[in-house]
């Protein structure tokens, strides 16, 4: 019988790149941000666990309920706790991912057999094999989310937005939506883009004149307003934001940074940073603006009060 050979270094590599490819991809999918400190701890403890599978003696470490468990515990580590809803979606997309970079793994250990690279005659997981998971993670990580968001219930998708200015707020209800990924170019934080409508209370009577006067032409907008007498401050508020869409590859939008927005999700009240931009949505949608989902990431959220 031909003796088997195992490199720990060799294993302990390859299930620290198999873990930390997994982990990230799983936040990428639900558009969750982890810091990359945390992204390392869970990988390198992920590594450790599967080296430990040449020593006979922790072979009950391995059974399915010790496997969940220490998956779970992996995901707890990688991204902070926010509700059990969030983290039952995000262990689901985990172990999605997981199945379909396995069934990628195996295709490419059978491929690599066939292929004459193969060790004593024996099946092996080799790093060349493992490339086959790359594109498995990158695809369902990079369009998982849209069909995640499309098939699944529409009001997961909308929260409450509280938003003040200079001492006024007002309420409405945005849309998650992957489709808006714009960003204000000197903040580089998140737009919000709002019907003008349901933010008008915000807005000095001056800047309403002039943004339903000029709508179509933001830049003339600004132009008009930044030449005469600033109110409240609200001239260092206003941007202008470029977007791209069909039809219209270098439109701008007219927006403001708010002193605050409040976002409520999942029993959560979020402090969440983004800049608003101003548009006309049809009047007959459930929902008064479109929210890029990365004013949900931990980066630009804070948790400010937790429902009962």
Known sequence: MSAYVVYIDVLLLLNFCFDFLLLAASGRFLRRR????????????????????VLPQLSFFYLPPAAVLFSLLLLRIAYPYRSAGAFLKLTGVFYLIAFAMAGAVLAGVTLLQNSGF???????????????????????????????????????FHVQLEIWVAGRSCMLTALLDTGNDLHEPLSGRPVIVAD????????????REIWQANGERPDLALQQLTAKEDIDGWVRRLRLIPFASIGKRNGMLLGFRPDAIFVQQNGQRLQAQAVIALTRLASDQAYQ????????????????????
């Open 118 to 156: 193969v060790l004593g005659g024996q099946t092996t997981v080799r790093a060349g094999s493992l490339l086959a998971a790359l594109p498995v993670a990158a695809i369902i990580a990079r369009r998982g989310y849209a069909a995640f968001r499309r098939n699944w219930r529409k009001e997961d």
């Open 34 to 53: 982890a810091a990359l400190l945390r992204l390392l701890l869970a990988s390198a403890l992920g590594a450790v666990y599967g080296a430990a599978i």
């Open 196 to 207: 003008g409508r349901a933010v008008r209370g915000l807005l000095p009577e001056r800047i």
């Open 289 to 308: 603006a479109v929210a890029n989902p990365e004013i949900l990431t931990e980066e630009q959220i804070e948790i400010v009060e937790v429902g009962a």
